[in-house]
């Protein structure tokens, strides 16, 4: 393959091709089922997923075909299918993923921006969806051109692209129940889902942790009484969920103590802690924008990126119940309801930490108080597998070539549903976690941008890996 041409050809196409069309998804409001309940009768999914069939279809890839994928009452998907170069017939399937969904503008945008108007400015391409993850399947595309124009090879490639990864993908083992005849045997994984710390380098997510979500609610009346009547004589529902979550979280430190939700964190991923701190010596707190005086939680760095990549952590990320300050009356509220988040190490099983949660907080409740658990989101964690020596040496061209600088890998504190459902279903594939998000691309919140150079050579830095899996991949 020649490298230089493989250079010229992806900042070529990203100008002439993927940019005008990435715009037109940007304007697309095509919110993630969660946060959309009418998503099948607004059709913004289906828009979303027929706009990038249009352009795939429309780039003349040798052979490829392109179709919407949908089982009856489930989110969309786009399924492309890529044969194989000639030279690389035996190499399996490579899976390239990426999603189509977003989250909600979550807030005032800054002047002149807006989440559903794509604009560019000094590099970026700002609007929501453009970095997660709607420039995924436009790099994965221009890659396996990019690869066939230089003269390389690429196994057989299938695209897809679901549209509910924002909603903790609940449909997508459904369609790989669905569609597992038709994806072979899958040799290399590659996600653009994720990204790292800065635009010097490729990262690669080496580990994901899962999720556990509950909405708890303690009741302790029918309905509501005067807080005058009734407070001393009936316990506080938010003093008995204060009780509760003292059980399952040290309030002193943060340390999640539910022991189902521990594990021994790994040495080599201790070592990749320690390395990544020494490169980047404060990078861990400086991308958080902290309010007055507050610190974080530990001053040692290998410590806070153990805590958000191989430790528990609790999150209230909503609550009710609770009236807002300006019109609270004098009232010992009947309930109090909290959703928790806990983010759990890689390797738990999310199924017994949930179950440990629900009994946890429903034995021996304070005050007899009534207690459900509910509306659960559990998701399973992920680990790479050992690189193998061909994808070592992809990722070393990648580095010296591409980047001028070498890959690093690193533990994602967020998950990627999608990960481990393939992990095990492929227990021999490479994996290849990697992407343009980086730590300011404002992700999930106002002003979500994307690195148009860095996404260029994330693109070019593909279109490698899938050259060298097809030369020397198994």
Same mark, same amino acid.
């Given at each position: 393959?020649?490298?230089?041409?493989?250079?010229?050809?992806?900042?070529?196409?990203?100008?002439?091709?993927?940019?005008?069309?990435?715009? @037109?998804?940007?304007?697309?409001?095509?919110?993630?089922?969660?946060?959309?309940?009418?998503?099948?009768?607004?059709?913004?999914?289906?828009?979303?997923?027929?706009?990038?069939?249009? !352009?795939?279809?429309? =780039?003349?890839?040798?052979?490829? =075909?392109?179709?919407? +994928?949908?089982?009856?009452?489930?989110?969309?998907?786009?399924?492309?299918? +890529?044969? *194989?170069?000639?030279?690389?017939? #035996?190499?399996?399937?490579?899976?390239? &993923?990426? %999603?189509?969904?977003?989250?909600?503008?979550?807030?005032?945008?800054?002047?002149?921006?807006?989440?559903?108007? *794509?604009?560019?400015?000094? @590099?970026?391409?700002?609007?929501? @969806?453009?970095?997660?993850?709607?420039?995924?399947?436009?790099?994965?595309?221009?890659?396996?051109? #990019?690869?066939?124009? #230089?003269?390389?090879? %690429?196994?057989? $490639?299938?695209?897809?692209?679901?549209?509910?990864?924002?909603?903790?993908?609940?449909?997508?083992?459904? &369609?790989?129940?669905?569609?597992?005849?038709?994806?072979?045997?899958?040799?290399?994984?590659?996600?653009?889902?994720g990204g790292g710390g800065d635009y010097e380098r490729l990262w690669l997510t080496e580990s994901l942790r899962g999720v556990?979500?509950?909405?708890?609610?303690?009741?302790?009346?029918?309905?509501?009484?005067?807080?005058? +009547?009734?407070?001393?004589?009936?316990?506080?529902?938010?003093?008995?969920?204060?009780?509760?979550?003292?059980?399952?979280?040290?309030?002193?430190?943060?340390?999640?103590?539910?022991?189902?939700?521990?594990?021994?964190?790994?040495?080599? =991923?201790?070592?990749?802690?320690?390395?990544?701190?020494?490169?980047?010596?404060?990078? $861990?707190?400086?991308?958080?924008?902290?309010?007055?005086?507050?610190?974080?939680?530990?001053?040692?760095?290998?410590?806070?990126?153990?805590?958000?990549? !191989?430790?528990?952590?609790?999150?209230?990320?909503?609550?009710?119940?609770?009236?807002?300050? *300006?019109? *609270?009356?004098?009232?010992?509220? $009947?309930?109090?309801?909290?959703?928790?988040?806990?983010?759990?190490?890689?390797t738990v099983d999310a199924e017994v930490a949930r179950d440990a949660l629900v009994r946890i907080l429903t034995t021996d409740?304070?005050?007899?108080?009534?207690?459900?658990?509910?509306?659960?989101?559990?998701?399973?964690?992920?680990?790479?597998?050992?690189?193998?020596?061909?994808?070592?040496?992809?990722?070393?061209?990648?580095?010296?070539?591409?980047?001028?600088? =070498?890959?690093?890998?690193?533990?994602? @504190?967020?998950?990627?549903?999608?990960?481990?459902?393939?992990?095990?279903? &492929?227990?021999? #594939?490479?994996?290849?976690?990697?992407?343009?998000?980086?730590?300011?691309?404002?992700?999930?919140?106002?002003?979500? !941008?994307?690195?148009?150079?860095?996404?260029?050579?994330?693109?070019?830095?593909?279109?490698?890996?899938?050259?060298? %899996?097809?030369?020397?991949?198994?």
């Amino acid at each position: 393959m020649e490298y230089g041409r493989v250079h010229e050809l992806v900042v070529k196409d990203w100008n002439e091709y993927v940019l005008p069309s990435l715009c @037109g998804l940007v304007e697309i409001p095509a919110l993630s089922p969660a946060f959309d309940a009418g998503w099948e009768r607004n059709g913004h999914l289906r828009a979303a997923v027929d706009h990038v069939r249009d !352009w795939i279809m429309a =780039r003349g890839l040798p052979g490829a =075909r392109c179709e919407v +994928v949908q089982v009856a009452g489930r989110a969309p998907l786009l399924l492309a299918d +890529v044969p *194989a170069t000639g030279g690389a017939v #035996a190499r399996g399937t490579v899976l390239l &993923y990426g %999603h189509l969904d977003k989250q909600p503008p979550l807030g005032d945008w800054s002047e002149g921006l807006d989440p559903w108007r *794509a604009v560019a400015r000094d @590099g970026r391409l700002y609007g929501r @969806g453009a970095v997660d993850d709607g420039y995924s399947g436009y790099a994965a595309v221009t890659a396996l051109a #990019a690869v066939r124009a #230089a003269g390389g090879e %690429h196994a057989r $490639a299938v695209l897809l692209l679901e549209t509910e990864e924002e909603s903790g993908s609940p449909d997508l083992p459904v &369609y790989l129940e669905h569609l597992a005849g038709r994806l072979g045997e899958v040799s290399l994984v590659v996600c653009l889902d994720g990204g790292g710390g800065d635009y010097e380098r490729l990262w690669l997510t080496e580990s994901l942790r899962g999720v556990v979500q509950a909405t708890v609610t303690v009741r302790v009346l029918e309905r509501g009484a005067h807080s005058g +009547v009734a407070s001393g004589i009936v316990p506080s529902s938010f003093r008995v969920m204060r009780l509760l979550l003292d059980r399952v979280e040290d309030a002193e430190t943060g340390e999640v103590t539910v022991p189902e939700m521990n594990v021994p964190i790994p040495a080599e =991923r201790r070592a990749e802690a320690e390395a990544l701190a020494a490169s980047q010596p404060g990078e $861990a707190v400086r991308r958080f924008p902290l309010a007055g005086g507050t610190r974080v939680v530990s001053d040692d760095d290998v410590e806070l990126i153990l805590n958000n990549t !191989w430790r528990p952590a609790l999150s209230v990320i909503g609550a009710a119940g609770l009236p807002d300050p *300006a019109v *609270a009356g004098a009232v010992l509220r $009947a309930s109090t309801s909290l959703r928790l988040s806990f983010r759990t190490p890689p390797t738990v099983d999310a199924e017994v930490a949930r179950d440990a949660l629900v009994r946890i907080l429903t034995t021996d409740v304070p005050y007899g108080a009534q207690v459900e658990v509910g509306d659960f989101l559990v998701l399973n964690g992920w680990q790479a597998p050992v690189t193998a020596p061909w994808l070592a040496g992809a990722l070393e061209d990648v580095g010296e070539r591409v980047f001028g600088a =070498r890959c690093r890998g690193f533990g994602l @504190g967020g998950g990627i549903p999608f990960m481990e459902m393939l992990g095990r279903r &492929y227990p021999d #594939a490479q994996f290849v976690v990697t992407g343009a998000l980086g730590a300011d691309s404002n992700m999930h919140v106002p002003d979500e !941008w994307l690195n148009i150079p860095f996404a260029e050579r994330v693109t070019e830095a593909v279109a490698y890996i899938l050259d060298a %899996h097809a030369r020397g991949g198994s």
